[in-house]
């Protein structure tokens, strides 16, 4: 095979892979990388491959060695580019997590912007309701009111024996004189017999009078009533209406919390917690609330620290003067 111009070599090379001359009938080649000249048998390349190269001066020869050093080269900047591919996984993976953030941030945003919102609502409404509340209560107070006004100069008497062909009116001037109180027929405008038992002979008779002091001299026949055997049962009373009776029915529930009385006066409703004490007006079921929440913590107080009063003993037998 003739050698190209480029193959041709005066002095005996060496071949660099077998270390031994290369004659001049010798194939051979020059590695275009490191100038090494190889026997055509120590390139690694096959006949075809060989005569290939050395048809075509344009194309360059790479030996063995150098190409095994590009090789680790190529996977030295092959592994580079893997690192930097995963590197750039990840900042897409954060930039990623950064989007989800972000979203997860506005939409935190949002629901903080509807839970304020929703509490601003709940706040009107709660004001609405308070007001509402409030209109109720006046009104309740404003029905309370006329009603009272209605009946404060009304009388209940029970226990009553009917007397034969005399009117409630006459019944009720009849008893007021049998204990020595006068009371004049033109005081009374109304009075009449509640239909509760037609059977028993004791009657309850409900008295309307013109003025608050003909009301005053009926009531005053109370102590009178005890003295005389007939009338020990007749009880003589004001008659309430039906908001004020709902009303003191309720502030009873205060005798079971060791309140001595609770009673009616003048159309109001009073507590008394001891003989001596100050009555308390109760203008309503609010004002009961709080009596109650006052003993029943004074009373959890006294039971944690194990001291019982001298009044445990008798709590449950307070009466009231009604």
Known sequence: MPKSSRRSIKKKPICFQCKLAIEEDDQSIE????????????????????????????????????????????????AELEGIKRELKKLDQLSAMHDTMNFMS????????????????????????KALRQEVADLKNSVKFLNDQRVKND?????????????????????????????????ISDAYFLKINKESEEKTIVVKFNSRQSKETLMSIKPKLKEMEGTKKVYVNEFLSRETMDLLN?????????YRSVYAASGRVFVKRGELSKAKLMRDKDDVDKLLAEVATYQEKRRSRHEPTADDSDNNHFESPL
Not at 35 to 50: S, W
């Open 155 to 187: 009388c209940i008497v029970t226990g009553v024996k009917q007397i034969k062909d005399l009117s409630a009116a006459e019944t009720i001037i009849k008893l007021s004189t049998d204990v020595g109180i006068a009371i004049e027929k033109n005081s």
């Open 31 to 78: 590695c275009d990388e490191c100038k090494g000249e190889y026997h055509d048998v120590c390139t690694q390349l096959d006949k075809r491959q060989f005569k290939h190269l050395l048809d075509n001066e344009s194309e360059e020869f790479m030996c063995h060695v150098c190409n095994t050093s590009g090789n680790a080269n190529n996977n030295s900047v092959k």
């Open 250 to 258: 309720y502030a009873k529930t205060l005798k079971k919390m060791g």
């Open 106 to 129: 506005q939409q935190y945003d949002d629901i903080l912007k509807g839970v304020a919102e929703n509490k601003r609502k709940l706040e009107v409404v709660q004001k609405e309701n």
